[in-house]
Structures are given as C-alpha cells and as structure tokens.
C-alpha cells in the first residue's frame, strides 16, 4: 500500500517494480499472464534510471509533509515565554506528589522563582529562599503564578 507521505510503495522504492502477492502468481490473473520477460526488461532499465528521482520526489514529499505536521502542532500549542524573576507554580507529578495524598491533593504548588532560562522551553527553579532545584524544568510544565 502506497505511504501517504512518501507517495510509493516501499517494495517500489527499493526494487522498482509493483509487487505481486503469491495469491495472483498461483492463479492465473491476466496482469501475471502477460509479462514478457525480454518486452518487460525495457522498462525496468528505464524505471532503475528514474529511480534516483523518484527516491529525491519521495523525499521532498516527506519533507513536506513533516513540515505541515509541525506547523498544525505548532499552532496548537500553547507556548509560555518566562523570564529570569518571574514567579511559577509547578505542576505535581506522581514524583513530586506528597504520599497518601489521594486525588483530592493539589495539582500545582509552589510559587516558584525562575532562576535561570536553560534553552528552549526549560527552566532552573528555585524556591523563596533561594534552594535551587538540581533539574531543568520544562515550560509546559509550569504557570505563571500571577
């Protein structure tokens, strides 16, 4: 079956050819009937020499497609730029979640200060008393406290 993002068959994109299930070599279906082992050569000289092309058009279209999907996602999310002071609160995880606190336990706690912006989307933490926190903390993570 043909990939959506790349166009062909991976059997086509390997071999040059369609592929034949065993259902239609063992019986007799006029598309099996029909080859012509010296007419059939011809073309599979002709389709090895676009093969090249092929692959680079196959290329271009996964490309393409990877390039809609990361924009569809992009457009959905919901990005937060923080800066260095600003304060947080963090979302509680099943790691950081207190034990026997059950479901009715706070989704967030804090308020955090941000003590240094890492990189994209992560950030240093630390609490009122200047304690940082040894990790990075991701962005989607956390809420601006105000």
Do not use: C, G, R, T
């Given at each position: 079956?043909?990939?959506s993002s790349v166009g062909e068959t991976p059997f086509f994109l390997v071999y040059v050819a369609e592929t034949l299930i065993p259902v239609e070599v063992g019986e007799p279906i006029l598309r099996y009937i029909q080859v012509n082992e010296e007419?059939?050569?011809?073309?599979?000289l002709v389709n090895l020499e676009l093969?090249?092309?092929c692959r680079d058009l196959a290329h271009i279209r996964m490309a393409a497609q990877k390039q809609r999907i990361e924009r569809y996602?992009?457009?959905?999310a919901n990005l937060r730029y923080f800066k260095v002071g600003d304060l947080v609160l963090r979302k509680v995880t099943q790691n950081t979640r207190e034990l026997n606190v059950g479901k009715l336990g706070p989704t967030w706690e804090g308020p955090y200060r941000i003590s240094t912006v890492t990189g994209k989307g992560s950030c240093e933490l630390e609490n009122r008393d200047g304690e940082?926190?040894?990790s990075n903390w991701n962005v989607a993570h956390l809420?601006?406290?105000y």
């Open positions: 079956m043909a990939k007419a059939n050569n011809e073309p599979v093969l090249d092309e996602n992009n457009q959905i940082k926190f040894p809420k601006s406290y």
